[in-house]
């Protein structure tokens, strides 16, 4: 996730150098715009990753940007800041093509994770996304979709896939059961967070040597899981 550019489009100041503040300490690159106008100025001259758009902007407002946007680049990921009036209908509609939003005010936490979705799925979509990342004995071949213990294969179902992806992306952070439920299937998944749990079992059985005393995927009480960043883990690229 690392210099990842994220183009952030707000009139108010203060909201958007909170954003930058919470995005940066995450390692994307952060360029600010106080008006639409100049967001597709931005545009055109950056290699933009993801926009998070305010709609009320002075002058041409973010449902225009949006449109222009879309149609000059069309594997840019666009998430909308809304107030609570707007119509999320209109705003996840066709006609303008955003792939998620927020309603103002938001938790930064959240917006961070939804980016990190948002690129994972544009990544996801490029063939040319040839990355392979290894950490510890582990490796994962994103253009194959394929995970390897000690060079041996091991077969995963897409969902444990996207568990696994998630977690080596995000190496030593907690994970709630929600926010995995949320980031791998989907915000509109309205499910059991059991599924979670079942998920982490089988995956343990496959991946750790002893899935009884779990040493990769490790058990946070009380709020979920976490992939261990540890010393067994060194020698590992977790970036490309
Ligand atoms: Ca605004």
Redesign the pocket.
């Known amino acids: 996730m690392r210099n990842k550019k994220i183009l952030v489009v707000?009139?108010?100041e203060s909201i958007r150098k909170f954003i930058r503040i919470n995005l940066e300490r995450e390692g994307f690159i952060v360029i600010e715009a106080e008006t639409g106008e100049k967001a597709l100025e931005i545009a055109k001259s950056e290699d933009i990753d993801v926009v998070v758009l305010?709609i009320?902007?002075p002058g041409i407002d973010g449902y225009q940007v949006c449109k222009e946007l879309r149609n000059k680049y069309s594997t840019i990921g666009i998430i909308m800041l809304t107030a609570k009036s707007q119509d999320v209908d209109k705003i996840m509609g066709l006609e303008y093509g955003t792939d998620d939003y927020m309603v103002k005010p938001f938790n930064p936490l959240e917006l961070v994770l939804r980016i990190k979705s948002l690129i994972r799925r544009i990544d996801a979509n490029k063939p040319e996304n040839h990355e392979i990342v290894t950490f510890g004995p582990f490796k994962i071949d994103k253009y194959s979709r394929q995970f390897f213990k000690n060079e041996k294969h091991i077969e995963l179902t897409p969902t444990e896939y996207s568990i696994i992806k998630l977690f080596i992306e995000n190496p030593g952070r907690a994970f709630t059961r929600d926010e995995i439920l949320n980031l791998v299937w989907g915000y509109d998944f309205i499910g059991d967070t059991k599924i979670v749990d079942v998920n982490i079992r089988r995956l343990r059985t496959k991946i750790e040597d002893d899935s009884k005393n779990p040493h990769y995927i490790e058990t946070v009480w009380g709020v979920g899981y976490r992939w261990r960043r540890d010393g067994n883990l060194s020698g590992g690229d977790y970036e490309k």
């Open positions: 707000e009139d108010e305010d009320m902007l």
